[in-house]
């Protein structure tokens, strides 16, 4: 769409099998940090992009789309966890000190996991609540996913991938890009 990026961060795909992504617009150091944070979309059939919305400077990270279809992302900074409600963002939660949320995902009951680096744990989130937390051994949980039953963690702090048996399924993804449904 004409913007320039500056540091592309997750990405998520919507129903119509757009790319989604966050563009925190700098380095989690703040050394280039240039705030506000940026969500894009890029319509992978036409090629076409454009800057949806600028978000605030909570440094803008984790991205995906709850159940419902409602648009999740992740604010490292401000240590929160937003929606887009009717073309604005939204509150869902303000996580405590040491809780910067950086990826998302969902179990099969609706709950929200998000990896909190410095907490060394990921954060469970039902209805605006932390109900839970995974820890995570002593890494630095930057991302997640589930695969089946097992929450998978990417651990900043060794450059590991760690798997975490639990009790819930994963939901799976609703959405993919186009190559992934041939």
Same mark, same amino acid.
């Given at each position: 769409?004409?913007?320039?990026?500056?540091?592309?961060?997750?990405?998520?795909?919507?129903?119509?099998?757009?790319?989604?992504?966050?563009?925190?617009?700098?380095?989690?150091?703040?050394?280039?940090?240039?705030?506000?944070?940026?969500?894009?979309?890029?319509?992978?059939?036409?090629?076409?992009?454009?800057?949806?919305?600028?978000?605030?400077?909570?440094?803008?990270?984790?991205?995906?789309? &709850? *159940?419902?279809?409602?648009?999740? $992302?992740?604010?490292?900074? +401000?240590? %929160?966890? @937003?929606? !887009?409600?009717?073309?604005? =963002?939204?509150?869902?939660?303000?996580?405590?000190?040491?809780?910067?949320?950086?990826?998302?995902?969902?179990?099969?009951?609706?709950?929200?996991?998000?990896?909190?680096?410095?907490?060394?744990?990921?954060?469970?989130?039902?209805?605006?609540?932390?109900?839970?937390?995974?820890?995570?051994?002593?890494?630095?949980?930057?991302?997640?996913?589930?695969?089946?039953?097992?929450?998978?963690?990417? &651990? *900043?702090?060794?450059?590991?991938? $760690?798997?975490?048996?639990? +009790?819930? %399924?994963? @939901?799976? !993804?609703?959405?993919?890009? =186009?190559?992934?449904?041939?």
């Amino acid at each position: 769409g004409g913007v320039p990026l500056v540091a592309p961060c997750d990405v998520a795909f919507d129903p119509e099998g757009r790319l989604w992504f966050t563009d925190p617009n700098g380095r989690p150091d703040q050394s280039t940090y240039r705030g506000p944070g940026r969500l894009f979309v890029f319509d992978v059939a036409t090629g076409e992009g454009e800057l949806l919305a600028e978000v605030g400077d909570g440094f803008t990270n984790g991205i995906g789309f &709850d *159940a419902d279809g409602v648009l999740v $992302w992740a604010e490292s900074f +401000s240590r %929160r966890i @937003r929606a !887009l409600v009717d073309g604005r =963002p939204a509150d869902i939660i303000r996580l405590p000190e040491k809780h910067l949320p950086d990826g998302v995902c969902w179990d099969d009951d609706g709950r929200l996991y998000v990896a909190t680096t410095y907490s060394l744990s990921v954060t469970v989130i039902e209805a605006g609540e932390i109900v839970g937390t995974v820890p995570a051994e002593g890494s630095a949980p930057t991302n997640c996913c589930f695969d089946g039953n097992a929450l998978v963690t990417t &651990d *900043a702090r060794r450059g590991a991938l $760690w798997r975490h048996e639990l +009790s819930v %399924r994963g @939901r799976l !993804l609703p959405f993919s890009s =186009p190559a992934a449904q041939s």
